[in-house]
Nanobody
């Protein structure tokens, strides 16, 4: 049984930083591409970032490029999202997800979430102005 658990959300002022973490168990973590997604009330889910199974390739939504950094520690089965220069538009529930495929480089429209079968419950990020 695959379990994905996010942590690290919270309330931060505009311009501040947060680091989200995600642990995944029940799968061979180091062989799966991983992604971060977010959704705020009344809006569609947005693909924030994706990292390949090896960590050698990373992709970002235009809205976060240059401010967010995705990384992974395969020895700890942990995914991270470092978020800097946060603004109120970043307020959302953030979800971590694992691609169902192995040895993938975030191909197949990762931003849609379609390739991802395993999702966490989310962690709330709120940015005050």
């Amino acid at each position: 049984q695959v379990q994905v658990v996010e942590s690290g959300g919270g309330l931060v002022q505009a311009g501040g930083s947060l680091r989200l973490s995600c642990t995944a168990s029940g799968l061979t973590f180091e062989t799966h591409a991983m992604g971060w997604f977010r959704q705020s009330p009344g809006k569609e889910r947005e693909g924030v970032s994706c990292i390949s199974w090896s960590g050698t390739r990373t992709y970002y939504a235009d809205s976060v490029k240059g401010r967010f950094t995705i990384s992974r520690d395969n020895a700890k089965n942990t995914l991270y999202l470092q978020m800097n220069s946060l603004n109120p538009e970043d307020t959302a529930m953030y979800y971590c997800a694992a691609d169902r495929r192995t040895f993938n480089y975030c191909s197949g429209s990762w931003w849609s979430g379609t390739p991802f079968d395993y999702w966490g419950q989310g962690t709330q990020v709120t940015v005050s102005s």
